[in-house]
């Protein structure tokens, strides 16, 4: 867990290299919306899991067609979690990400390669350094058009052996999602020199553009 990471690392006297930042009482917003909530109603919205959320937002906010992407919690039966309750395990939410996006411009079955192009599906409960149930591979479907789309993706998946190992990510109903506290949000983009962000963000951000270029805003960075 990237909290008790954290704490032992401190302890240690080590550079921490985990998904982890400064409580909301420590570190101020920095966010700015670049679209009102009233503008984003006119697109479509996506969720999905796959590891720390500073990562996940990173590599969606490069992909063309998506407009916004929202840090924040999802898959759990807890209302209105805190960053410090899922960091700790002790939810059954896990970090997740709100993708709103335009269909015009890219698809659903699109946002699912990318999705699945962006984190190795095969490490249960665990994405790189971070490891718990809060960083699983989770992909959401509002309807039965978008729960076809997944499983036939990961059906390909598996039909072509792109991995030596079995899929485990979640195919679940979407019912609600929570955004994580302001000071998360576009959190790659704010703390460029975060060591965390430098070492795993950033190098994760890479081997997606490096795999999928067709897919990339003019301006990606």
């Given amino acids: ?10 302890v240690l006297g080590f550079t921490t290299i985990s998904c982890q930042s400064k409580t909301k009482s420590q570190q101020k ?3 700015i919306a670049e679209l009102t909530t009233s503008e984003l109603q006119q697109y479509e919205t996506a969720y999905f899991a796959s590891g720390c959320f500073w990562c996940v937002e990173a590599v969606f906010e490069s992909v063309k067609g998506v407009k916004e992407v929202v840090s924040g919690y999802s898959g759990g039966k807890e209302k209105n ?6 960091g700790y395990g002790r939810t059954t939410h896990a970090e997740a990400v709100e993708v709103y996006y335009d269909p015009k411009v890219i698809s659903f079955e699109t946002l699912v390669k990318v999705f699945f192009g962006s984190h190795d599906p095969t490490t249960l409960n665990r994405q790189g350094p971070d490891k718990g149930a809060q960083y699983r591979s989770i992909a959401f479907y509002k309807n039965d058009s978008e729960k076809k789309i997944i499983n036939d993706y990961i059906s ?6 792109v991995y030596s190992a079995p899929i485990t990510t979640e195919v679940k109903p979407f019912t609600v999602f929570y955004d994580a506290e302001d000071y998360h ?3 790659e983009k704010n703390n460029p020199n975060n060591s965390y962000i430098r070492n795993v963000s950033v190098p994760r951000l890479k081997r997606f553009q490096a795999k999928f270029p067709d897919l990339l805003k003019d301006k990606a960075h």
């Avoid at 867990?1 to 401190?10: A, E, F, P, Y």
């Fill in 1 to 10: 867990m990237k909290l008790l990471q954290i704490i032992l690392l401190g």
């Fill in 156 to 161: 390909k998946l598996e039909k072509e052996k």
């Fill in 81 to 86: 979690p805190t960053y410090e309750q899922v």
């Fill in 29 to 31: 917003s920095e966010t």
């Fill in 185 to 187: 949000q576009d959190y």
